[in-house]
């Protein structure tokens, strides 16, 4: 992939995201990135525990992506074998994984009958440490009045409706009030707020093991007056081994128009 050809991917991505783009050259452009980029993007998972925690303001970081490395502005080099670049390539892919299908009424073909748009979304939301739980959520949200529902793709497959990818005949669907877009960031702080109410006793759990592994790190250096690089290696990876985070990710999901009979 070409660096003009990156440049406008990342242009169009950025866009996409809902990230302000506050300048943009044909060297370089300098992204405002959301909340959910952030926290997609930038591994902060400590400060965003510590923002939710206290109701703290966020502030979201703000990137320079340089795609003419000879260009003087200061920022972060990107191209086609850059893990960043790689980074959004895998969140495109999250983001894309969506289907759009009908709910066939072919009993009542000379009806016309309205489609109300739903939004599903099927998410894995995983709890880490040094110890992992994954949780699989599927929600689904009206897309006309906000209404959500949970377990929505389960519910789907019991209701056994006729769902094809093309409008039926005598179908015809309402615009939807609540954008798809919109309707992620909805679900996405949906969860987010049930986050919140949580026992987190299993992150302080963790916590508390983390401090009493570095104090043994300490002890075992602690006549050493100059630490060596083994002991910022070993204290990393005992870091990153109980560092408690919790990950929402958008495994698939779709755009289901439905009777209002369906979710009656």
Not at 10 to 37: A, G, H, N, P
Not at 148 to 159: G, R
Request: proline share 5%; net charge negative; with cysteine.
């Amino acid at each position: 992939m070409e660096q003009q050809a990156i440049h406008n991917y990342l242009c169009d991505f950025f866009e996409s995201v809902e990230c302000s783009i506050e300048e943009k050259t044909k060297d370089y452009l300098t992204v405002q990135l959301t909340v959910e980029m952030d926290k997609a993007l930038m591994n902060r998972p400590f400060y965003w525990h510590y923002i939710e925690k206290t109701g703290g303001v966020p502030n979201p970081q703000k990137l320079t992506f340089i795609t003419n490395f000879s260009s003087d502005q200061k920022g972060e080099h990107i191209h086609f074998g850059s893990p960043r670049l790689h980074q959004i390539f895998h969140l495109t892919k999250e983001e894309g994984s969506f289907i759009r299908l009908f709910e066939n009424r072919n009993g009542e073909p000379t009806k016309q009958i309205p489609l109300i748009p739903w939004l599903c979304l099927n998410v894995a939301v995983s709890y880490q440490c040094d110890l992992k739980k994954d949780r699989f959520r599927s929600i689904g949200l009206n897309l006309l009045n906000g209404q959500m529902i949970d377990n929505f793709h389960f519910s789907l497959l019991e209701k056994s409706l006729n769902l094809v990818p093309k409008i039926p005949d005598f179908a015809f669907t309402y615009s939807p009030l609540i954008m798809p877009k919109s309707g992620i960031g909805r679900i996405r702080q949906f969860l987010e707020n049930e986050i919140k109410q949580e026992d987190l006793s299993w992150a302080n759990a963790a916590l508390e093991r983390l401090e009493e592994d570095l104090q043994l790190l300490n002890q075992f250096y602690e006549e050493i007056e100059e630490k060596p690089e083994s002991y910022e290696i070993e204290k990393a990876a005992i870091e990153q081994l109980y560092e408690p985070k919790i990950i929402i990710s958008i495994i698939n999901g779709g755009l289901f128009y439905l009777t209002k009979e369906a979710f009656q």
